[in-house]
C-alpha cells in the first residue's frame, strides 16, 4: 500500500515522491464517478440494468458484483464562532476482475482510493489528501454485509440513517455523526440512472441528500466543535464513458426551503450536453421529481484557468428549471478547489463548495452546496 499523498496549496512544501505499483494506478484509473471500464473482462462483472429495486440497508453496503463504486460524501460545516467551511471525503472501489474467485487472504479482488479535501471558506485556503488501499489483510475494504467501508483509519460506518465519518491526515480531520433528515433518493428512472446509450451504460444511484451533521474537525492541530448538513451519494456499476463523451458536470444544492437539487450533465466531444443528462428534485416532504436534459439548463457566467493544470473551468452557473419554476445562479466559494492526483489516479478534477440564490416557485431562495467538474484539464480518457 502506498503512503498517503498529500497536496497544500498557499506554499506549503510539497510532498516527497510516493511509489504506487503499476496494478494499483491502473485499476484506480477505472474508480471514479463516471466509469470508462475496461473492454476486457468487463463481462465478467454485472451491468446496471433497468429494474433493479433498491432495498435499504442492504444497499448502503458494498456490491462487489459490480466493476465500480463509491461513496462520496460532501458538506458545509460551521464552528460556534461562524467560521465556515466546506468539506469532501469520498471512498472508491475498483474491482480487479483478474483476481475474481481466489480465495487466498493476500488476493486483492478490489482495490480501494480514498480523498479528503477541505475548503476554508473564509480564509479562501484548499487542502487534499488521497490514500490507495488493498483489500485484502484488513488494510482497507467495505462489507457486503453491512455499512462499512475504510481505507487505513479513513472510515464511514452506520446503519444508513445514522452513520460516522472520519478521516485525517496531519493536523487535518473531521470526526462526524451524520443524520438523515430524509429517506434515501433513487436517481433516473426504472432503478437505473443512465449514463450514454447502449445497454449497461448506467449506474444504480441513489443520495441522502440532508445529513444533518455534527461533530468535531480538527484544523491545524486544533479540535473544533462543527454542525451543518451533508450530502451523501452511493453509486455502483460497471459502464463507461463512449468516445465522444469528454467529462461531466455534477451539482448538489441544499436549499433553505428543505428542498434539494441534483443535476449532471456530461458532456460531448462538440460541447454539447448528452441526452442521458438529468437530474433529481427533492421536495421538503422528501418525494423526488426526475427531471431529464431538455427541461433544465445550464449557463457558464464566468471562468476560470487553474495555474496548475492549465485547465480552464466554468466557475459561475445559472441553472433553470422551468418545469419548477426554478431560477438561481450558482457562486464558488472560491476559485481554487482543483484536485491535482497526480500521484494516484492521475486524473484531474475541479470538487468544490458553492452558494446559490434565486427563486423558485415565486420565492427567493439560497442555498449550499457542491460541484464537481472532470475533462476541463484534458478530455476524460483514462482506462486500462
Known sequence: MSRPATRHRQGAKAPSTILILPVVLLALLASWRFTRAPAVGAEEFRLALPGYTFSFPRDHASHDDFRTEWWYYTGHLRTASGEAYGYQVTFFRSGLAEARGRTSQW??????????????????????????????????????????????????????????????????????????????????????????????????????????????????????????????????????????????????????????????????????????????????????????????????????????????????????????DLDVTLTPAFPDQELTTARSTKVIYWEGAVAAAGGAQGRPVRAQGYVEMTGYAEPFRKML
Not at 158 to 163: A, E, F, I, L, V
Not at 188 to 208: D, I, P
Not at 268 to 273: F, I, S, V, Y
Open 107 to 324: 488476493a486483492a479482488r478490489n482495490i480501494y482510493l480514498a480523498h479528503f479535501a477541505l475548503s476554508d471558506l473564509g480564509r479562501k485556503r484548499f487542502r487534499f489528501f488521497e490514500r490507495v488501499g488493498r483489500a485484502g489483510m484488513g488494510q482497507a475494504g467495505a462489507s457486503q454485509s453491512a455499512f462499512r467501508v475504510w481505507v487505513g483509519d479513513w472510515e464511514a460506518s452506520g446503519d444508513g440513517p445514522r452513520q460516522r465519518l472520519k478521516a485525517r491526515e496531519g493536523d487535518v480531520g473531521v470526526d462526524l455523526a451524520l443524520r438523515a433528515v430524509k429517506p434515501p433518493v433513487v436517481h433516473g428512472e426504472n432503478g437505473v440512472s443512465q449514463k450514454g446509450e447502449g445497454r449497461g451504460h448506467a449506474s444504480h444511484y441513489y443520495s441522502l441528500t440532508r445529513l444533518a451533521t455534527e461533530g468535531g474537525l480538527t484544523l491545524r492541530g486544533t479540535p473544533l466543535a462543527v454542525t451543518g448538513l451533508t450530502w451523501m451519494d452511493h453509486e455502483f456499476g460497471s459502464t463507461q464513458l463512449s468516445p465522444d463523451q469528454v467529462g461531466w458536470d455534477w451539482f448538489s444544492l441544499q436549499f433553505d426551503n428543505d428542498t434539494e437539487l441534483m443535476l449532471y450533465v456530461i458532456r460531448q466531444a462538440d460541447g454539447r450536453p448528452d441526452p442521458s443528462s438529468a437530474g433529481t428534485w427533492v421536495g421538503a416532504d422528501g418525494v423526488s421529481v426526475h427531471i431529464r436534459q431538455p427541461e433544465f439548463s445550464v449557463e457558464t457566467l464566468e471562468r476560470w484557468t487553474s495555474p496548475i493544470s492549465k485547465g480552464t473551468y466554468p466557475m459561475r452557473w445559472r441553472i433553470r428549471v422551468p418545469t419548477l
